[in-house]
């Protein structure tokens, strides 16, 4: 828990606050996304569905579906005195249908109507509100966990017998002039040039595909969890301005910068105005805001989590690598590693997160950041992760150490040119999508109206 960026021992008053603010403001609907605990517990659902049974009370409609880390997790702990920890209970797909009944799991529930169920998932429809058809997919992968693994599955995926189910539910509910919105935790566009290449576990598979389905079925509006950012993103049928999905993906209120997003129909509800507010304090810290930046730090815990989840496949290119000229030993231990890394990636990591976690990244005025350098700084730090893979040895003749630095610039040059890494920077500091092209697109990540016209 000490290295991961997200406020978990203060959540509970996070939902807490959360559940009083949706109480007070009246709303009308609730919508979360997925990841409603840590790993899965099964005793942290039975406390987030019984404290959502407030709004219900309230007479607030609720409707959730689960995130990669509500399900089967074997990554779930039960944390005990002095320290100790044990494999907390996994959460089954019937157990967390049961604990969620009365938020999009009951069939015959008053809340809403013309209520689907996939067979095949925790995928359902219904309509909450007049004129407002919601498709809540399931694009977890948790059937795909064995008993004996120790890490989560983070994957996204909608399944082929899930788009066979809901195509004919969307075509109807569209030819009855319904409005169709999408809600479920995996992103399906990318929020910045390159995302699909460097965060693969973010997008759901075959994102291509699935787009295309999006479009052919005039789909417009899609809500997403899962990268914990605050970003709005909008992206155009082959090019043209003809056809547009727009993908809200939304902040985690337990993780900088801790926002959580408020949609308002108008009159006929053929757009929406988003507006995103942050949680500034909590209940004892009101400087809640102000932890939460602070905490979130790309440094040698997140580093060493993200390697200990590839270990299998360092260990089994480590051979290989070193046969390509990097002399950097991967098979010492993941925490070495960790802190190896971290020394070339400095603050670097830290500034990119803060900045694309927050949204507005263009109008970010957040001095620690430092914006205008970053593209500056990690060149910088491509030639130190570099450095560190291809180091000159001692002993090395004079051409063995020209050949190590013509190696070093291959290596960076490749990254660069695999990555496009100066596009996909630029893309996050301007909050562009497809950045220098025709169809280039800038949403507001805190403010703007979605129109949900064909």
Not at 205 to 223: G, W
Request: net charge negative; charged share 30%; glycine share 6%.
């Amino acid at each position: 828990m000490k290295t991961d960026p997200k406020m978990l021992v203060e959540s509970p008053k996070v939902l807490d606050k959360l559940i009083e603010q949706a109480i007070a403001e009246n709303v009308g609907l609730v919508l979360i996304a997925g990841d409603l605990t840590k790993d899965g517990e099964y005793d942290s659902h039975d406390y987030v569905s019984f404290e959502l049974e407030r709004l219900r009370e309230a007479g607030i409609k609720t409707l959730v579906i689960p995130g990669n880390h509500d399900i089967n997790n074997p990554e779930g702990v039960e944390y005990k005195n002095n320290g100790v920890t044990e494999n907390a209970d996994r959460t089954t797909p019937e157990e967390f249908e049961d604990f969620y009944y009365d938020f999009g799991y009951n069939e015959k529930s008053e809340d809403f109507e013309n209520y689907e169920r996939d067979p095949n998932s925790l995928s359902y429809c219904c309509e909450p509100i007049d004129n407002i058809y919601l498709v809540c997919l399931d694009t977890n992968s948790y059937e795909d966990i064995k008993a004996e693994d120790t890490r989560n599955q983070t994957v996204g995926k909608i399944r082929d017998e899930t788009i066979e189910w809901m195509t004919p539910l969307v075509q109807t509910a569209k030819n009855d002039g319904k409005q169709v919105i999408v809600m479920m935790h995996h992103n399906l566009i990318e929020h910045f040039d390159g995302e699909s290449i460097l965060e693969s576990m973010i997008m759901i598979k075959d994102s291509k595909k699935r787009l295309q389905t999006f479009f052919d079925l005039n789909i417009n509006l899609v809500i997403t969890g899962h990268v914990h950012s605050q970003d709005v993103a909008t992206v155009y049928e082959n090019g043209s301005k003809s056809k547009r999905i727009t993908e809200i993906t939304c902040s985690s209120p337990i993780t900088y910068p801790c926002r959580y997003n408020i949609l308002t129909f108008n009159n006929d509800y053929t757009s929406i105005n988003f507006e995103s507010k942050q949680i500034t304090s909590i209940d004892g810290m009101d400087n809640y805001l102000e932890v939460a930046k602070n905490n979130l730090q790309v440094g040698e815990g997140i580093i060493k989590w993200t390697l200990d989840e590839k270990k299998s496949m360092i260990d089994q290119y480590a051979s290989y690598l070193m046969l390509t000229g990097i002399n950097y030993d991967f098979r010492q231990p993941t925490s070495k590693i960790a802190k190896d890394i971290a020394g070339c990636i400095g603050d670097v990591g830290t500034r990119l997160t803060r900045l694309y976690f927050g949204g507005g990244e263009d109008k970010n005025t957040d001095s620690e950041i430092g914006r205008d350098t970053l593209k500056t700084d990690v060149n910088t730090t491509l030639n130190n992760i570099a450095a560190l893979l291809i180091a000159d040895q001692q002993g090395d003749s004079d051409s063995q150490r020209i050949s190590n630095a013509e190696r070093r610039n291959s290596l960076v040059a490749l990254v660069k040119t695999y990555l496009k890494s100066d596009k996909l920077i630029d893309s996050i500091c301007s909050d562009k999508t497809s950045f220098g092209e025709i169809r280039e697109n800038h949403t507001d990540d805190w403010n703007t109206t979605i129109s949900l016209d064909d």
